[in-house]
Structures are given as C-alpha cells and as structure tokens.
C-alpha cells in the first residue's frame, strides 16, 4: 500500500540554524500539505500547495518557513532560523484531490536546543 | 475560525465494553469531516470521511456518523490493539484547499 515517507525521523538543532524536512508524498497525490504537533496538542495546519505553488497558509507559516517541490518526488520544509518554540513532530501529508483524505507522513521529531 | 471539541478527552474501556467518541464542531460550511487514529510517536492514520449530515461509515469495530453539529464514532466490542488517540478534523467553506481543523482527540484505553 502506498505511504507518504518522511526523513530524518528525527533532528536535533541548534537556535537560529536551518533545517530541512523532506517528504515523499504518494506518487499519483496532487495536493500536498504540512501540518506540526507540539508535544501534547493539537495537529496545526502549516501549509497547502498545489501546483508547484502555496495554496494556503497559517498564521504560523511566516518568512522563516518555506515549501518547495524540487523533483517529482519529494516536498520539502525549510525553516531558515530555528527558535525553540519550533520544536514539535512535522507531519507531511498527501491527497488526490482536495475533497479527499490526507494521508499522513510518519514525522520528523524537531529538537531545537 | 473552524472548532473542533472532542470529548471525553480520555475514555478507559474494559475489552467488549462498547462505547461513543463525540466530536463537536463549529464551521463555515462543512466540506468534510475526518476521522484519523493516532499511535503514539507516529502520524494520523486515516479511517473515515464524512461529507453531509446522515452519512454513516463503517469499518470493522467502528463506526462513524454525523450530524449537522457533531459527529460520533462507535466502537463495537473493543480489542486492546484500538488503544489510541482517536482525532477529529473538519475542512470548511473557508478554506479552498483541503486546510484541516483538528480536535485535541481522545485517549482510549482498552484493557483486556
């Protein structure tokens, strides 16, 4: 059964460095989407995109983050300048159409220290 | 902005014993309703969508259904392997693309 994979499963940084989360949606998924969980709350909706370009994003989603499709395979997130409060799980996710569910990434685990 | 209340926040449950999650929401037009499971340390594991009031969605022990205000999933004669976070979510008019509000979800326990 096709899965939406993500790398690393975890990362360690350190304030103000760059980071950069990888993800590999379904392959035939057209709409892809980050979402974030700070340990012990709510799933947060990041960021929408859609044809090589960002649909829809949060009040969290500011000029630090950024999204790109580099390939035909991988989406990525890039946060510039990590600040403590970024540490959560990264959840990448994925779906056909956009009515449709969003299969979810496995998470990457960011620890800003 | 789109709401969503789960409750209880967490249910214990003796194997057999069946019972309801409810999952409340506020939205603009409600465009689907999504119900995900939740291991700990890992991703939404997606079970059901729900698009209009009435609709009903069953698999294996659960079942979900909605209402115009809420929705439920009934769990039938829980097994210990359905102890997870059980999590609501719901895409409204005021998104064009798909963004989903999420519940806090709720911890079930089922002991044998």
């Known amino acids: 059964e096709p899965e939406v994979t993500q790398t690393p499963s975890h990362q360690v940084t350190q304030m103000g460095q760059e980071v950069i989360l990888r993800c590999v949606p379904i392959s035939n998924h057209l709409y892809f989407y980050w979402y974030r969980q700070i340990l012990g709350q709510k799933v947060e909706f990041l960021v929408s995109f859609y044809n090589n370009e960002i649909s829809e994003k949060s009040e969290i989603f500011d000029d630090q983050f950024s999204v790109e499709r580099p390939d035909g395979s991988n989406f990525t997130l890039k946060i510039r300048s990590t600040k403590l409060e970024d540490s959560a799980m990264y959840f990448c996710?994925?779906?056909?159409?956009?009515?449709?569910?969003?299969?979810f990434g496995p998470g990457t685990r960011l620890t800003v220290t | 902005e789109d709401q969503v209340t789960q409750s209880p926040e967490a249910l214990r449950l003796q194997e057999g014993e069946s019972s309801s999650l409810n999952c409340s929401y506020t939205v603009s037009g409600l465009r689907g309703l999504f119900w995900y499971r939740q291991d700990p340390g890992k991703g939404p594991e997606f079970l059901f969508t729900l698009y209009s009031a009435g609709e009903e969605k069953e698999k294996e022990r659960l079942k979900a259904t909605l209402t115009k205000k809420e929705s439920f999933l009934h769990i039938t004669a829980p097994k210990p392997e359905d102890s997870a976070t059980y999590l609501c979510a719901v895409w409204g008019r005021g998104s064009t693309l798909g963004r989903l509000y999420f519940g806090r979800g709720t911890q079930l326990t089922v002991w044998p």
């Open positions: 996710a994925s779906s056909l159409e956009r009515e449709y569910e969003q299969y």
